[in-house]
T-cell receptor, first 114, second 111 residues
Framework: AAGVIQSPRHLIKEKRETATLKCYPI?????VYWYQQGPGQDPQFLIS???????DKGSIPDRFSAQQFSDYHSELNMSSLELGDSALYFC?????????????FGPGTRLTVT | GNSVTQMEGPVTLSEEAFLTINCTYT??????LFWYVQYPGEGLQLLLK?????DKGSNKGFEATYRKETTSFHLEKGSVQVSDSAVYFC??????????FGKGTKLSVKP
């Protein structure tokens, strides 16, 4: 069965650079969630989208923005990168809000800021 | 606000030992509860879930019962295997559909 696809899988950037992470949800899934997992930490919710509209916002820095496109894929844009942004970024998708918690996670993008 | 507390790790067990990982939660209302597992270098996988009080979630020999009276959702397995070595996260469903995770418990199973 198709799973959530994230690209790139690994990304190395320098401080103050920008990064774009992409997420392709499971086909027919219209809801996307972004999480950030620091080293040895639990995943922290950043932001979510339902039907291309932002549905909720967590601890996402102002330097980050995200959107969901007409094909339901989502992109997380990160600017003015800091060393503390080094983390594993997960995308998860679900089918609508009827079962809002059946989230399926992608393999993650490991971002390293040097 | 809503939060999840789970036992600190790491937990090291011998193969075929009994596993319990404690999880308690604080929430308004009656949220859905989950256990996710993260194998080394991989993403999070849903292990089991329970959506209301007294529900028992089960999968791959793992079980957890939603206990409203003790606000708990402890994970148990009767006989662990080396392949169960992973990090286990307890989570609850937030008010907007997001998941709120505990800190994770690393399990190592020795042959």
């Amino acid at each position: 069965a198709a799973g959530v696809i994230q690209s790139p899988r690994h990304l190395i950037k320098e401080k103050r650079e920008t990064a774009t992470l992409k997420c392709y949800p499971i086909p027919r899934h219209d809801t996307v969630y972004w999480y950030q997992q620091g080293p040895g930490q639990d995943p922290q919710f950043l932001i979510s989208f339902y039907e291309k509209m932002q549905s909720d916002k967590g601890s996402i820095p102002d330097r980050f923005s995200a959107q969901q496109f007409s094909d339901y894929h989502s992109e997380l844009n990160m600017s003015s990168l800091e060393l503390g942004d080094s983390a594993l970024y997960f995308c998860a998708s679900s089918l609508g809000l009827a079962v809002p918690y059946e989230q399926y996670f992608g393999p993650g993008t490991r971002l390293t800021v040097t | 606000g809503n939060s999840v507390t789970q036992m600190e790790g790491p937990v090291t067990l011998s193969e075929e030992a009994f596993l319990t990982i404690n999880c308690t939660y604080t929430a308004t209302g009656y949220p859905s509860l989950f256990w996710y597992v993260q194998y080394p270098g991989e993403g999070l996988q849903l292990l089991l879930k329970a959506t209301k009080a007294d529900d028992k979630g089960s999968n791959k020999g793992f079980e957890a019962t939603y206990r409203k009276e003790t606000t708990s959702f402890h994970l148990e397995k009767g006989s662990v295997q080396v392949s169960d070595s992973a990090v286990y996260f307890c989570a609850l469903g937030g008010s907007q559909g997001n998941l709120i995770f505990g800190k994770g418990t690393k399990l190592s199973v020795k042959p």
